[in-house]
Each structure stands twice: as structure tokens, then as C-alpha cells.
């Protein structure tokens, strides 16, 4: 802005009039800029500029200062005075500036480099020398329309520099630019039609699904050094009594980011607040009236590892005193109009972007809107074109990476549906909870099971404005990824739709399960994702469609069709050789390799075909880190039958067996149990061996959507099993299916029928047997439990798996990396024990009845001690928090004691005796077995403190107030439920304590 100064108020004009007489770092003409001197950004053709003593590259000392002789001529001295800058700069930089009418100081006054031009009026009467000086500071200063009065004289400071805007309401940044922010990319203005460069502007912003062009964005993240912060001044001139701004994080990739929104009013903080990365934006209208400058400043304050966020702070609007049209703080609705235009039934993600997205993949990664259905992820073996990926993990800083994205539905829609599975084609697999929060409340809080079909959901939201769906992520080290597809928004409840409709690829009456479906959807063999190892499942996987690569069969064959599955026990002795010990002790790994407890219940009712009555409980990995295998197909609902081959690829026998000299039928075998699963279905079970002849069999399949190979772990990794020639037919299949499932005994095979099928019932045989398919009912949920001290585990390893016991005492071999990890077991065990023995036991309840002022009957209920004395629920919550801080801390602890196995392992080859080799070799492997049995003692009692914790929530969140009496922490008011005795006569609840 290059405004003219007028000079028909005064006879003289310094420096026009009146030059310096003696100056030090004075310069009277800015020949860069076409003017005079610049006065906070703000270009003044009539004026000066001071040097401060510790400004410039260098610091000099030397006090910028001018000195005028007045020749006691003159009265009054008018000026204008502000930071010689262009409008970039350090917000609390300054300096000290004077003025001296003979020596007495007239003008005393800090200028800081972030400051507005000022106006001032000082008394020069009869002065024969008028000294200005920059005493101390960075800054430069400048001195514009400076103009001396005489007595007699009236006079007059204009503000000449202000620019000429509109009446009534102005906007910040459109109309009155910011004359100062902070260099370095810090602030980036939002000028829409006006936009001409990336670098350093933005066209638009999106801010809570909005977009804005008009405003400031605020890019901040993490500094290794000091804190970061943005900030941009705009100069109200006292001429305005209200502004209004809109303020929320861009829609982006979340990174767990918090910053400080301040709004400084002349040097005073006016407001403040905190506002995290998925805030809904809000109206802010603040008093701002006789204000010279305004500040907005935000400071980042915390994320994680080097992450950040941009900060909008738009529609920045200043009202002149009367104007009538101000709005009204609080949460805006900025989608309100255009989603009440949206269908009753419509999908979500093409209409609705999210607003916060969070997780390891960026947003861009994760996000499917329906742009076309050739760009979609897979669920089940199902393709899927709208929807998100929920992506967790971990930093290498240790870091806990949740996942999440949400939604502004505007209060528009009042249920949702929609499909939720884990992402196909992944090599690792663990479950993890699904949730859904409703304005912040959680209201959806299921497993997603790794190995279960993709299942569909119907949830009410309430007419809610913020919709989320979040998981927390399970801590290991590789998580699998967990889908949401197929969201559709109901105005009332939901409705049969066809919104979404996959097509079923063509199926002919018989097929090769490969060529229809592909790789298997999940398919997992722990060996092959190990840490310890150079494996690729690449190398467990063919489809045929080239000779060059193929599996090579133990007698010479090579197939280039099929899939192979192998069970594995990782860290235990049986499958540490020399040489991998050496190689973990070296590289620090073991107690992160297989962490992940990945279960999945195949007893529940899933499909179309219900389930078999056996209440199957199978684990990928179980409590003693027993690794299952399994590949499942999704063979899209058409097929009645499959019939496929398996044979041993690759033998394995246990490296003590073969040291030790066990050579028994059963440890050479080393037999196996395969489970065939439709829908969640047990259709065939089937014993294997290393020295099986190849078996083929045909089951029934029910027109199942998956198919599912099943390997059990059991004491001794599995060798490797390849199936192949599988066949798909649609002709009805009437074999027999178990009316029960088998527990996997390892050490009792059925006899008499090496590689065949196992017992199912009262041994009735699946391998080609004509007899009426069983009754199939579908069988209830099957829940964890709590373990105890001596009980035996339930599962796939049956009931002859008994708990491994440890005896709590010193160990001496002699050996010291075999003693250390030992004694180290011991020292875990007893905290474990100490820790489950004090686990936290629901209290006891009181209730009492009362009936309120209309007549209704409510009951009053508290938890109480022991003493009968009321408990605080928050009290509570916090123990069993603790307790769970706890047990995650103890469970880290053995894991740091889990990696002291390979040194251990390495070190029996040291003891002197084949007597002390194979005492302390099966020590060793107990030992790791009763670790992770520590492990998962630990993790059912924090799930039982969770439980807890969310059944007391359950309690809060029903809690009600009536006629005048809140609910509290220690006495709840509930609602009676049709199973209480309610007694005749009832308390008042007015009167109720």
C-alpha cells in the first residue's frame, strides 16, 4: 500500500523540510520498496528508518539514532511510528526506542517487530535539538509523516496509512490482508480466485467436510528442537467491535495432533483453547472493540513422532459497531443443507468424505468413494469399491499407531449399515476390535476375527452429527488390516436396498478351485512371516499359470498348482538350530517374533448353512505360541461338493528326537489333523502324516461363501502339506459330515488308518461314505475364560492338554546364559502368580426401590465394600486401569526375558553330559511354553478387568436424573427391568439419601 502523506496541516516535514544534522544507521529512502520508509509492512512516502544496535547478521552495538535541530521554533511533533519490516518476523523481538527534546526524554516506548503502525503527539516546546534513538533491541525502527507544529498551530496525526474498505463488515485476509506473520511457510493464506502459487498460498481448504476460500491455514508439526508455532497480525485500526472466525484442523490424515488456538487483542490473550485433530469446527465471535492488532497464534502441542496438522482458521469477518448480522458461537453445521438433500438410503463414502482419518496408511491409501469399481480392496474373498481401510501399527520409536476415520453426518440419518472383515491376500493375521463412538459415545464394540467370512452390521446413530469408526490396534508388531464396505445411511431404520450388489464371477457346473477363486483370501503359515526367516509366502502358493516355478514333491514330482501348509512352534528348541540361536543372540530378536494371538472362533453361526453342534475353539496361535495353518476360498455360495488331494511335500522331525535317539513310529510319522470348515461348518477332519500316501477326498461344501483348510498345531512342527487338484462341483453331495468335533491328540492318533480321515462321531468315516447328512444346528458363541491354577485347557488340543507347570526355583547348570533365562522364568512366574492371585472381584450391590413424583418406580443402586460403605465407579475404573497399566508392564517385562531363549538354546551344546543336554533342552522348552502360558494368564485377566470397566459404564451410561435428584458415581439411578421383584411398599425418591 503506497499512500501519500499529506502535508497541508503543518509548515514542516522531517526529514522533507528538515534534514538530520547528525545521524548514525538513518536511512531516509527505502529505494527497494519506491518509498520512504516502511511501518509494519505498510509503505510510507514520507519518513525514516533507525537501525537497532543487535539487529543484521551481525550485531554492531551501535544505537540507530537521528538528530534534528528545531531552533526552539516549534510546539508539538506528530508522527507515525512501527517495525521497519515487511511483514515477516519473530513475534516477541523489539527494541527500545526514544525521543530527547534537549536532552529530556518526550517519547519512551518498546516497539516490538509484530506490532501495527502507532500514532503520537509529543511536546517539543522551545527545543533546540530533537534526538531519536533506538536505545537496545533487534528491530528497526521507522518514523512516517513526521511534522512539527508551531504554537498556535492545532495538531493533526490522520491515520493516512489505513486502507479504504468497506462499511459495516469486513473480511480479513479478502479485504485487510495481514501485515505480519511468520516466515517460513508457517502460515499460508487461503485466497481462492486469487490464488496464484502453491508455495506459499492455498485456493482452498477443507475444514470439517467444508470447503473455505477465504482464510488462513496454520501447517504445524513436530520440532526436534523449541516448540512450533504460527501466527499472522491484522491491523483493526480501534475501528471494529466484533470479529467472527471459523476454526478446525483440514481434513487430512490424523497424526494424534493437539495445537493452542490464541487470539491476542493488543498484546492480551482475548481466547484460547485446545483443539485436537478430529474437532468439528466451530464459530468463535470475540469483542474486539477499540483493538488496534489482532493476532491469531497457534502453537503445536503435542502428536505423535514427527507428525503435525494444518490448522484453518477461515471466514475471518470484522463488524463495525450496529451491524446487525453477527453470528452465534458454537459448533457449526456446515453440511446441514447439503446432506439434508441426500436420499433416505444412500451410501456413505460417495457421498460423504470423512473428515479425520487416521492411521499407518495415508488417507489417500485407505479411502475408496465409489470413483470406479475397478479400484476397490478385498473382504472375504469379496470385492469392494466403497469403503476404508482401518490400518494400526507401531513406530520404530515404539510408538502405538491407532486407526480411525469420522464422518459428519450433519444429524441427518438415524442408522447405518454396513460390512466389516479383515483385508484378503495378507500373510499375517491377528483380530482386533471394531468400534463405533456416536457423538463420542461408543455404541459398537465387536471382535473382527482374521479367519471368520466378512459379516454385516446394522447400527443405530441417533440423528448424531460425528460418526467414527476406530480400532486401537493389538500392539504386535504386524497387525492385520481390518475393512469397512458397503456403508449405507438410513433415515429411519433399515430397509432391504440394492445399493450395493456384487456380481458372482461365472461359475460352471464343475471348476478347479484355483482357477475360480485364485489365491486363497487369508492363508497362513507363521514360519513363512517369522522375522527369523527368509521365507515368502510367494513360495506356499501357485496358481499354474507357468512351469517355471513349481513345488517339488518329496519323490521327484513338481506340481505347479496348489497351495502348502505347515504348523510351526516358533522359540521353541525343536526349531532352533545352532545356527539360528547364534543368530538371534546377535541380532537382539525373539520375544516379538509370532506375538500376536491371533484366534478365531469357528463355533458360531455364519453362513446360510448354520453350524454343526461341536462349539469348535481353534487358535492360528495358541497360548504356548502353537502355530496353526489354514487358507480359506470364497466359492461364492454356488458349489455343493469339493474334492481335492493332500500329500506330504517336505518331512520334519524333532531335533531332540533325532539327537536323543526317539525313534517311534509316532515321532517319525509326526501325524497332523486337518479340519475342512464350510461357513463355519466342520465338513471333514483328517489325519496326515510324513508318511501318508496322498489322500484324496471329497466333502460337502453347502454352497458355503468360504472354504477353509485347517491345519492343527501339535506338540512337534508339522512337515510340509501340499493340497492340490481341487474340484469344484455343483452336483448334490450327501456325505456324511462330524455330528462333533475331535480334539486334536497329538499323542493318539486314530489307528489302523495311516493318512486317513479321522473319527467323526462314533467313528464315522468322511472320506467318500454315502450316509444322510447330520442335523446341523447352529451352536452358541464360544468365550474365552479365565484359566486357573491346574485346569486344563479347552480347544483344539483337546482335554489332554494339560496347563505346563514350572517349579519356582533356582536353577544351576553350570551354563550361564541356560541359568539366567531360567531363574529369569521363575522370577516371571512368581509375579504372575502374584498379579492373578490379586485379581480385582466385582463388588457387591445394594438397590432400593423408590417411586418418583408421576408415580414410575425406579430403583437406586450402589456398589458397596466390604464395609457396606458406597464405592465411586471412577474409583474403581481407576484400579482396574491400573491394574491393566499393570499387566501390560509385566507382560512387556517377559517378553524382554522371552529373548534370552536363543542364548539359552545355544548353550546346551555346552554342557558337558548328553544326561544335562537333554534335562535342560526340554527345561528350555518348557520354559517357553510356560512364558507365553504367563503371557496369556496376564491377558485374561486384564480382559476381565475390561469387562469390568465396560460393565461399569454399562451401569453409568443408563443412569438417570429424575425430579430434580442426579444419578452419581456412588448411587445410580436405574430403571426397574421385568425381572426385578419390585416390593409393594416403596420409598419416596424426594426423600431417598
Request: with cysteine; glycine share 10%.
Amino acid at each position: 500500500m503506497c499512500i501519500a502523506v499529506s502535508g497541508i496541516f503543518a509548515q514542516t516535514s522531517i526529514p522533507g523540510a528538515l534534514k538530520p544534522v547528525e545521524s548514525r544507521k538513518y536511512r531516509s529512502e527505502n529505494s527497494a520498496n519506491g518509498c520512504a520508509a516502511v511501518i509494519s509492512g505498510y509503505k510510507c512516502m514520507s519518513g525514516f528508518s533507525l537501525g537497532s544496535p543487535k539487529g543484521g547478521l551481525i550485531a554492531d552495538g551501535i544505537k540507530g539514532s537521528a538528530t534534528f535541530d528545531l531552533k526552539g521554533a516549534y510546539d508539538k511533533c506528530t508522527f507515525a511510528v512501527g517495525p521497519d519490516v515487511l511483514g515477516e518476523g519473530a513475534l516477541r523481538d523489539y527494541s527500545i526506542v526514544t525521543a530527547k527534546a534537549d536532552g529530556k526524554i518526550v517519547f519512551d516506548e518498546v516497539i516490538y517487530e509484530s506490532d501495527a503502525p502507532r500514532f503520537f503527539t509529543i511536546d517539543v516546546k522551545g527545543a533546540n535539538q530533537l534526538v531519536f534513538t533506538v536505545v537496545d533491541g533487534s528491530v528497526g525502527i521507522s518514523f512516517g509523516n513526521v511534522k512539527l507544529w508551531k504554537a498556535g498551530q492545532t495538531p493533526s496525526n490522520p491515520n493516512t496509512l489505513y486502507p479504504k474498505l468497506p462499511a459495516g463488515k469486513i473480511q480479513l485476509v479478502r479485504d485487510l490482508p495481514y501485515y505480519f506473520t511468520r516466515p517460513g511457510g508457517h502460515v499460508m493464506p487461503v485466497l481462492g480466485d486469487r490464488f496464484k502459487t502453491s508455495m506459499s498460498e492455498m485456493k482452498t481448504i477443507k475444514v470439517s467436510g467444508k470447503e473455505y476460500d477465504s482464510g488462513l491455514a496454520f501447517p504445524l508439526s513436530q520440532a526436534l528442537i523449541g516448540k512450533e508455532s504460527g501466527y499472522a497480525c491484522f491491523w483493526l485500526g480501534g475501528r471494529y467491535e466484533k470479529v467472527s472466525f471459523i476454526a478446525g484442523p483440514q481434513d487430512s490424515q490424523s497424526s494424534n495432533t493437539r495445537v493452542w488456538l490464541i487470539v491476542k487483542a493488543d498484546n492480551k490473550t482475548i481466547y484460547e483453547e485446545c483443539i485436537r485433530q478430529n474437532d468439528l469446527s466451530k464459530q468463535f465471535v470475540l469483542d474486539v472493540k477499540g483493538v488496534e492488532k489482532l493476532a491469531f497464534i497457534i502453537e503445536y502441542r503435542d502428536s505423535d513422532f514427527l507428525g503435525g496438522m494444518t490448522l484453518g482458521v477461515v471466514d475471518i469477518n470484522a463488524y463495525l459497531a450496529g451491524y446487525a448480522a453477527v453470528p452465534s458461537a458454537g459448533i457449526v453445521n456446515p453440511n446441514k443443507d447439503r446432506i439434508s438433500k441426500l436420499p433416505d438410503v444412500c451410501p456413505l463414502m460417495s457421498n460423504i468424505r470423512p473428515f479425520s482419518v487416521r492411521g499407518m496408511s495415508k488417507a489417500d491409501q485407505t479411502l475408496f468413494e465409489g470413483e470406479s469399481r475397478h479400484y476397490t480392496f478385498s473382504m472375504g474373498g469379496v470385492k469392494y469399491w466403497e469403503g476404508f481401510l482401518l490400518t494400526t501399527g507401531n513406530t520404530l520409536l515404539g510408538d502405538r499407531i491407532d486407526s480411525y476415520a469420522e464422518f459428519d453426518l450433519a444429524g441427518e440419518y438415524d442408522w447405518i449399515s454396513f460390512d466389516a472383515g479383515c483385508l484378503s491376500k495378507r500373510s499375517y493375521m491377528d483380530d482386533d476390535n471394531l468400534l463405533i463412538y456416536v457423538d463420542g459415545e461408543l455404541v459398537f464394540d465387536h471382535k473382527i476375527y482374521s479367519t471368520w467370512p466378512t459379516q454385516h452390521y446394522k447400527v443405530p446413530v441417533h440423528k448424531c452429527r460425528s460418526l467414527k469408526f476406530a480400532r486401537r490396534g493389538t500392539g504386535a508388531q504386524k497387525q492385520t488390516v481390518i475393512g469397512v464396505g458397503d456403508i449405507v445411511l438410513y433415515r429411519g431404520e433399515p430397509v432391504e436396498n440394492d445399493i450395493f450388489v456384487h456380481e458372482v464371477p461365472d461359475c460352471p457346473y464343475e471348476t478347479d478351485l484355483i482357477d475360480l477363486c485364485g489365491k486363497p483370501y487369508f492363508h497362513y503359515n507363521g514360519r513363512f512371516v517369522s522375522d527369523l526367516t527368509s521365507f515368502n509366502m510367494n513360495d506356499c502358493f501357485l496358481d499354474g499359470s507357468t512351469i517355471t516355478r513349481s513345488f517339488k514333491m518329496k519323490d521327484g514330482r513338481e506340481l505347479n498348482k496348489g497351495f502348502m501348509l505347515e504348523t510351526n512352534i516358533p522359540l521353541g528348541l525343536e526349531n532352533v538350530t545352532v545356527m539360528d540361536a547364534a543368530f538371534m543372540l546377535l541380532t537382539g530378536v525373539g520375544a516379538s517374533v509370532s506375538s500376536s494371538d491371533v484366534a478365531a472362533y469357528t463355533g458360531v453361526s455364519g453362513g446360510a448353512s448354520g453350524t454343526v453342534n461341536m462349539g469348535i475353539f481353534l487358535l492360528l496361535n495358541d497360548q504356548n505360541q502353537k502355530q496353526s495353518a489354514a487358507a480359506a476360498f470364497n466359492t461364492f455360495g454356488q458349489y455343493e461338493s469339493c474334492t481335492f488331494t493332500v500329500e506330504n511335500m517336505r518331512e520334519y522331525m524333532d531335533e531332540f528326537d533325532e539327537v536323543f535317539g526317539n525313534r517311534s513310529a509316532e515321532a517319525v510319522r509326526n501325524p497332523v489333523k486337518l479340519n475342512v470348515i464350510a461357513d463355519q461348518v466342520l465338513v471333514g477332519e483328517f489325519w496326515l502324516d510324513n508318511k501318508m500316501a496322498p489322500l484324496t477326498v471329497t466333502v460337502p461344501i453347502f454352497r458355503c461363501r468360504q472354504l477353509m483348510f485347517w491345519l492343527e498345531c501339535g506338540d512337534v512342527r508339522s512337515g510340509q502339506y501340499l493340497f492340490h487338484d481341487l474340484k469344484l462341483s455343483k452336483a448334490p453331495c450327501d456325505i456324511a459330515i462330524p455330528d462333533k468335533y475331535t480334539p486334536g491328540n497329538i499323542g493318539n492318533p486314530p489307528s489302523g488308518r495311516e493318512g486317513g480321515a479321522a473319527s467323526a462321531g462314533q467313528g464315522k468315516t468322511a472320506v467318500r461314505e454315502k450316509a444322510a447328512p447330520a442335523e446341523r444346528v447352529a451352536a452358541p458363541v464360544v468365550s474365552r475364560q479365565p484359566e486357573t491354577k491346574g485346569r486344563k485347557k479347552a480347544g483344539n488340543a483337546g482335554d489332554n492338554d494339560v496347563r505346563v507347570e514350572w517349579e519356582d526355583k533356582y536353577y544351576s547348570s553350570g551354563v550361564s546364559a541356560i541359568d539366567s533365562y531360567l531363574n529369569d522364568v521363575t522370577k516371571a512366574s512368581k509375579a504372575v502368580k502374584a498379579y492373578c492371585e490379586g485379581a480385582y472381584e466385582m463388588p457387591e450391590s445394594t438397590r432400593t426401590f423408590v417411586r418418583a413424583a408421576d408415580g414410575s418406580v425406579y430403583k437406586c443402586f450402589s456398589f458397596v465394600g466390604r464395609s457396606g460403605a458406597r464405592l465411586s465407579i471412577q474409583d474403581m475404573i481407576s484400579t482396574l486401569e491400573q491394574r491393566i497399566s499393570e499387566g501390560n508392564s509385566l507382560k512387556s517385562d517377559i517378553g524382554l526375558k522371552q529373548a534370552g531363549v536363543a542364548s539359552a538354546s545355544l548353550g546346551v551344546t555346552q554342557l558337558k553330559t548328553f544326561q544335562d543336554m537333554g534335562l535342560y533342552g526340554k527345561l528350555i522348552k518348557s520354559a517357553t511354553r510356560y512364558m507365553n502360558q504367563c503371557k496369556s494368564d496376564i491377558s485374561m485377566s486384564m480382559e476381565q478387568s475390561r469387562a469390568m470397566i465396560e460393565a461399569f459404564e454399562a451401569y453409568r451410561s443408563i443412569a438417570l436424573d429424575v425430579d430434580g435428584k442426579k444419578s452419581t458415581d456412588t448411587v445410580l439411578i436405574l430403571p426397574t427391568e421385568p425381572s426385578d421383584e419390585i416390593p409393594q411398599v416403596l420409598q419416596q425418591l424426594e426423600y431417598f439419601n
